[in-house]
């Protein structure tokens, strides 16, 4: 009865990250061919769904906490699932979000040709289902794969934010669309994040190794 009711979690678990994954996809092709309807899509029916899944998830893993007390490999993974749910949460705000803003930039003049927010889009959304799927297969080292993409997403970040800020210095006139478009660029690195934080919880839980902060640590070192 317990297996079956952790592979009902994780299957809604999958329903969810497919959601979030499409909501970032959805924000993307609103604002480059500039559709209304999708991002107000994301932001009244998307949104809220999101919420009742977390809402669910939550309630069905304290349910099934109180009901089996699970011990070992089985309680780990309804904590996981817990973690991953709050991620796929914010995840979903973070599209909202960016639903947003890019119902302000469509209706304005391009400051410049998007090339890398799309780029960093579509790492962003391969994150998201990747990460869930090293959890529900147990595949550390799609999760170290999926972890090493951050680097790129990063980098993607910091060539748009260094790009924006000269645009903003030559010409007063595209402060306030340059700041959206470093905004986007800013929750898509935070998605990327949330994707990380998966599978560094996915590595622990099968290798029993400790790769969060790794990042943050190199870089300590090198100072």
């Known amino acids: 009865m317990l297996e079956e009711r952790l592979i009902s979690l994780k299957r809604e678990l999958i329903e969810y990250a497919t959601l979030v994954e499409s909501m970032i996809d959805k924000t993307n092709i609103g604002l480059l061919e500039k559709k209304k309807e999708l991002l107000l899509e994301v932001i009244d029916k998307d949104e809220p769904t999101t919420d009742r899944y977390e809402l669910e998830i939550d309630e069905k893993c304290v349910n099934i906490i109180a009901q089996f007390q699970p011990m070992a490999v089985d309680l780990r993974t309804i904590i996981m699932i817990l973690e991953i749910n709050r991620d ?4 979903g705000d973070l599209s909202a979000t ?12 391009q400051v410049k040709p998007y090339i890398d927010l799309p780029r960093m889009s579509a790492i962003v959304q391969s994150m998201v289902k990747d990460s869930v799927r090293s959890f529900i297969e147990n595949d550390d080292k799609l999760a170290r794969e999926t972890f090493q993409r951050d680097k790129i997403v990063n980098a993607l970040r910091d060539q748009i ?9 030559s010409d007063y006139k595209t402060i306030e669309r340059s700041f959206c478009l470093i905004s986007l660029a800013l929750d898509l690195e935070r998605i990327g994040d949330h994707s990380t934080n998966i599978c560094e ?8 190794e400790v790769i969060k902060h790794q990042n943050e640590n190199i870089k300590k070192k090198n100072k």
Do not use: C, H, Q, W
């Open 88 to 91: 796929l949460e914010r995840i």
């Open 161 to 169: 934010v260094r790009e924006l800020l000269t645009f903003m210095a």
């Open 98 to 109: 960016m639903a947003r803003s890019n119902l302000t930039l469509i209706e304005k003049p």
């Open 201 to 208: 919880d996915v590595v622990y839980i099968v290798e029993g």
